[in-house]
């Protein structure tokens, strides 16, 4: 392992620039994704900062401290694509419709940046694409080579770019979801981006939006291995110290609320979409290229903390057990900054075999499997894996029709 567990960044990752100021803090927390044996109960768990800064020169938000990846993704790396049906829905349908909008032939490489156990790809290699993944999570991405799906286990640099490109030749299309927002050295991956493309192909990244974080309180997107949160503005300049430029640009909704950006080299064939410009003028509207939007963030995060706690510490003082639904590393930042600890909540469930037998980090609640819901029939659920919780609720239908009610936490707790 690198000779660092953190460091603090002072430029900024999109544009370079050093202007960086101080937007907003949150609880520190030991990695979210960090989950504990019963034998590690005793260890010193390790925190570090979630302090967000805002670039005064383009505008992006991203966190200052950055924990060695390492740390992050070669441990106990546990999240795979595949335990949700929604995304992986979302994922099949974003290959169609790729492929016939850029016509991509039968034998054209495509490479996915991030491609965690190869869903995504699977459904371009099924299509008759060859496919290639790079993922830092070693066994994840042994599995999914195990699979079908050739996959690098490393991470994605142009040093490993210019061995892919050697090896496989230029790549039509280049695609990433939720990751580029965990890059530390972001320039270094676009021009390792630019350099696999092929002169008419296109890269298309995914990636949460500050925007729908902000106006839905969704603080618990942000965690260490979030680096960046994205707003359209700040890769276009990202995009132009490689000699790339945004054709497209929509927002999408898995993950709680994301844009799709498409771009290709500069004064490449496509024709760049009057959606880009829209979307850029709109977040301006919305205070987005002002840091008063974090101080503003902050305010909000507050009052939901106040009205979650007094809910949740009012039923256990009445004697209700609670359990939470989902062990997702977002949940980690909302039970650390709402103080909801193993006094609050008796323990978790999570369809995710890997963390199941498991200790939160921080808190030390255990992860059981979705069938004790039923077994130990605790009185209310809340659901920390919001974004899923309609899909949730209705799977677990059973529980709120015989046994208790499910707590929405955000962005206004409720019970159903």
Known sequence: MSNYTYYFKKSCRMCGDTSLKKGMALTPTPPGNDFLKQSELHFDEKKYPLDLYFCENCCHIQLGHVVNPKILYQKNYTYVSATSSEFVNHLKNYANNMIERFNLKSGSLIIDIGSNDGTTLSFFKDLGLKVLGIDPAKEIAKKATNTGIETIGDFFNFELACKIKNKYGSSKFITSHNACAHIDDLLDVIKGVEYCLDDDGVFVIEVGYFLDVYENIWFDTIYHEHL?????????????????????????????????????????????????????????????????????????????????????????????????????????????????????????????????????????????????????????????????????????????????????????????
């Not at 004064?267 to 979307?279: A, I, M, T, Y």
């Not at 290229?289 to 039923?315: H, R």
């Not at 075999?353 to 809340?382: C, E, N, W």
């Open 228 to 416: 960046d949160y994205h707003t359209v503005a700040p890769f276009e300049k990202l995009f132009a110290r490689v000699g790339m430029e945004i054709i497209d640009v929509e927002r999408i909704n898995p993950q709680g609320g994301s844009i799709r950006i498409i771009a290709q080299k500069k004064d490449g064939q496509h024709s760049r979409s009057p959606n880009v410009d829209k979307l850029i003028e709109f977040e301006k509207k919305q205070g987005l290229d002002q840091i008063l939007i974090l101080q503003e963030f902050e305010k909000k995060i507050s009052e939901v903390k106040k009205k979650l706690y007094k809910l949740v510490s009012t039923l256990k003082e009445g004697g209700k057990i609670i359990a939470g639904f989902g062990a997702p590393t977002k949940a980690t930042t909302l039970m650390a900054h709402f103080g909801l600890d193993k006094n609050m909540i008796d323990f978790i469930v999570d369809d995710n075999p890997l963390k199941q037998g498991l200790f939160t980090p921080m808190a030390h609640i255990p992860v059981l499997s979705p069938k004790a819901l039923y077994s130990r029939k605790p009185d209310y659920v809340i659901i920390l894996a919001w974004n899923f919780a309609e899909p949730i609720m209705k799977m677990q239908e059973k529980y709120s029709r015989e046994i208790g009610q499910f707590i929405i936490p955000m962005p206004t707790p409720l019970v159903r």
